[in-house]
């Protein structure tokens, strides 16, 4: 089993939807959770960063850590064309991060 | 602030030749790792190096090497490059080493093995 699990889609949903990315992971170690979304030709770039359980939220994006489940999500509300993008959640292994492989979203106008 | 920065964007090699990748972290980041991204295998961590010295190493071959330098800079080298070398090589930076420190990416380079 993989530390980190990831659909890797493709997900295309409509212009205003809310999309939910989900990761799962097997490591009880973990205790930090990024999102990272890459777009095509581009480094990945930080987009949420949560420590612990719960819940946290910047903007449109929401991240949400169950860890007695070991299921971690991004929610995006309103969705736009321009979230079209890779997702990728990672979790650091002492430094490195153990990346998920990535959801290609596709925001359809 | 200027970004990671990494060169050359683009290469392209032969089956058993060397490469040499560069990055430049962002200013006053100590921090520098490397990863391998491909299609198949995702984000994979290569190496880390703090104050040049390397502190972790991934599962790959001693083909894979690295180094940091005083100011910072990274180098990675690729010797007798094989076909399966062909892939996204991604740097990213932080302050220090350590698992709350946040991790800032280049664009990468893009190495394709003919």
């Known amino acids: 089993q993989k530390e980190v699990e990831q659909d890797p889609g493709p997900l295309s949903v409509p212009e205003g939807a809310i999309v939910s990315l989900n990761c799962t992971y097997s490591?009880?170690?973990?205790?930090?959770f990024m999102w990272y979304r890459q777009y095509s030709r581009k480094g990945p770039e930080l987009l949420m960063y949560?420590?612990?359980?719960g819940n946290k939220e910047d903007g449109r994006f929401t991240a949400q850590v169950d860890k007695s489940s070991k299921y971690i999500s991004l929610f995006i509300r309103d969705s736009q064309p321009s979230d079209s993008a890779t997702y990728l959640c990672?979790?650091?292994?002492?430094?490195?991060?153990?990346f998920g492989k990535g959801t290609r979203l596709s925001v359809i106008a | 602030k200027a970004g990671v920065t990494q060169t050359p964007r683009y290469l392209i090699k032969t089956r058993g030749q060397q490469v040499t990748l560069s990055c430049s972290p962002i200013?006053?980041?100590?921090?520098v790792s490397w990863y391998q991204q491909t299609p198949g295998q995702g984000l994979q961590f290569l190496f880390e190096?703090?104050?040049?010295?390397?502190?972790n190493k991934g599962n790959f071959p001693g083909r894979f090497s690295g180094r940091q330098f005083s100011n910072s800079r990274s180098e990675m080298n690729v010797s007798t490059l094989e076909l399966g070398d062909s892939a996204l090589y991604l740097c990213?930076?932080?302050?220090?080493?350590?698992?709350?420190?946040?991790?800032?990416f280049g664009p990468g380079t893009r190495l394709t093995v003919t």
């Open positions: 990213a930076s932080s302050l220090v080493a350590g698992v709350d420190y946040e991790q800032y």
């Open positions: 990672a979790m650091p292994r002492n430094t490195p991060l153990v």
């Open positions: 190096y703090f104050s040049e010295t390397q502190r």
């Open positions: 200013s006053g980041h100590r921090s």
């Open positions: 949560t420590y612990s359980s």
């Open positions: 490591n009880s170690a973990f205790q930090y």
